[in-house]
Structure formats: C-alpha cells, structure tokens
C-alpha cells in the first residue's frame, strides 16, 4: 500500500468503473478526460476551483503533498501506464531535479501530453532569464507544454479535453 502526505489534498478518479473520491478540496470538477497531478495542496485546490469554474473535466486527481512515500516521480509514472481513461495531463507541481524525475517526465509526455506550470519546473528564482532559460531546457529535454499561470493550465486541458490525441507521427 501506498502512502500521500503528510499534507495532502486526497486524491479523486471519476471513472464510472472506480469513482473514488478521497480529496478533502472544496471544489470538484465534473468527469472527463483530463488528469491532474500536484504537490502542493494550495495549489491544487486553486487548479480544482478553475476547472470547475470552467467546467474542464478531470478523470483522476491526486495531490501528493508532502511526499513522505508517494512523490512527483511516482505521480508521472501513474501517467506512464496507458490503461488510464484520460487524455492529456494538468500539471500543477513542482519538478525537483534528477535523472528520475527527467525519466519519469519523458516517459509520461511520450504516453500523454503533458502541461505544466514552467515556472515550477525550475522552482522561482529572482533571476528570470535564468529561470526561462531552464524551463526551456526542460521543455526541450522532457516534451511537456509549458504553461505561465493557472488559467493557461485550465485552458491547455480543455483542448486537451476537447480535441483529440494526435496519432503516431503527428505532433501538437
């Protein structure tokens, strides 16, 4: 068994075959075909009430918080296992550094696409070019979409969510 937290928001899969809900979030989109990832709780809430606000539909949530067993890594291989009902992927956690976390990222873009929040890809920093400058690397490097805010994150995943995944040997 596998363990989230400590400090996290729950988790939520809107499957008709599952439909689990474990999430302490004060807001719940309706179903559809968009997962959604996080660490941090705050944010994750804020993502929910955007989504639902906005009425993008969310197949499988889960907030991880502090990582204590289940962390980012863990989250993007979930991603990795194709049998999951959804079709593209919100991404509204932090992304330490490392070769697992680069693998682990590849792997998830390569089986879905993947948006993000560019800026905490790389943690924020005063330096802004610096910042952009990785971002870019890591885009690059690993294939998600890179996103600046909350509101474009939503936006990505209602195409996501409205259109369909593009066959093999076509691109976004």
Do not use: Y
Request: with cysteine; aromatic share 2%; proline share 6%.
């Amino acid at each position: 068994m596998r363990i989230l937290g400590p400090d996290c928001l729950g988790i939520l899969n809107t499957d008709s075959s599952v439909r689990l809900h474990a999430t302490i979030a004060p807001s719940q989109p309706p179903p559809g075909p968009v997962a959604m990832l996080a660490e941090s709780g705050t944010l994750a809430a804020a993502i929910l009430e955007k989504a639902q606000r906005r009425e993008m539909g969310v197949s499988t949530f889960v907030a991880g918080g502090g990582g204590l067993d289940v962390g980012a890594v863990d989250m993007l291989e979930l991603l990795d296992r194709r049998r999951l009902h959804f079709r593209g992927v919100a991404l509204p956690a932090v992304l330490g550094p490392g070769v697992a976390m680069l693998r682990a990222a590849r792997a998830a873009s390569l089986a879905k696409p993947v948006a993000v929040l560019g800026h905490l890809l790389v943690g924020a920093g005063d330096d802004v070019a610096l910042t952009r400058r990785r971002v870019a690397a890591l885009t690059r490097q690993t294939g998600m979409i890179s996103v600046g805010t909350l509101e474009q994150l939503v936006d990505i995943g209602r195409i996501l969510a409205d259109q369909p995944v593009p066959g093999a040997g076509e691109s976004w």
